[in-house]
């Protein structure tokens, strides 16, 4: 069976340090991958996603980029972090689904603090 | 484009009785529709989903939802939550507009079910 494995669970990190967030996924090939940040009350962001390794589509400008070293491993990373970066990160993947459409799966999220 | 309105931030209601949590979209071709639920600190799963046949869709932990076409629909219910049940939900769509099928999130619904 499929799983996605993301980490770390929760990050404490000071304004202008740098971040480094990974995302695995077993059991599958060349799937969709996906980051999304969850801010407080504002639903949930696409901020990457890529359909192949060194594929990567942004959907948003920001302070954030994303790699895809591997098939199934995903990076998040950002040079110098700000305030604003604060959130809920999480970490998916897809596959077609028979009937249409993507199946979406997610990881457990991690909890981003920027002091 | 498509876009989805989850026109509740919050939702409270006492335990055993009915729930009603809405969701309206927009978008300019045929279109796939999913409820993910999301228990505090964790990532988003998948309730049900509308891909096609059968308006009416059941879920996991005894939620169903209607698809709406004519008022562009989806809303979720149960007839009788329980205090687990207390979490956030969102609507999210999906069509082929954007040459993929990415899911658009809504801002999400906080039930919180009172004993």
């Known amino acids: 069976s499929q799983t996605i494995h993301q980490w770390p669970a929760t990050l404490v990190q000071p304004v202008g340090s740098p971040l480094s967030l990974e995302c695995t996924v077993e059991g599958t090939s060349n799937p969709n991958l996906y980051w999304y940040r969850q801010a407080a009350g504002r639903g949930l962001q696409l901020l990457f996603y890529?359909?192949?390794?060194?594929?990567i589509s942004s959907e948003v400008p920001q302070n954030l980029s994303a790699s895809r070293p591997q098939d199934r491993q995903f990076i998040l990373s950002s040079k110098k972090l700000l305030l604003s970066d604060s959130g809920f990160y999480l970490c998916?993947?897809?596959?077609?689904?028979?009937?249409?459409?993507?199946?979406?799966?997610f990881g457990s999220g991690t909890q981003l603090s920027v002091l | 484009a498509q876009s989805v309105t989850q026109l509740d931030s919050q939702v409270p209601v006492f335990e055993e009785a009915p729930v009603e949590l809405r969701c309206n979209y927009s978008s300019s071709v045929s279109v796939y529709l999913f409820w993910y639920v999301q228990y505090p600190n964790q990532g988003l799963q998948l309730l049900l989903k509308y891909l096609s046949g059968s308006t009416l869709v059941k879920g996991i932990n005894g939620f169903e939802a209607e698809f709406n076409k004519s008022q562009t629909s989806f809303h979720l219910r149960k007839p009788s939550v329980h205090i687990s049940d207390t979490a956030e939900y969102f609507c999210a769509v999906s069509d082929s507009s954007g040459g993929s099928y990415i899911p658009t999130f809504g801002r999400g619904t906080s039930l919180i079910v009172h004993p």
């Open positions: 998916a993947w897809s596959t077609p689904d028979s009937q249409g459409g993507e199946k979406l799966f």
């Open positions: 890529s359909v192949g390794i060194g594929q």
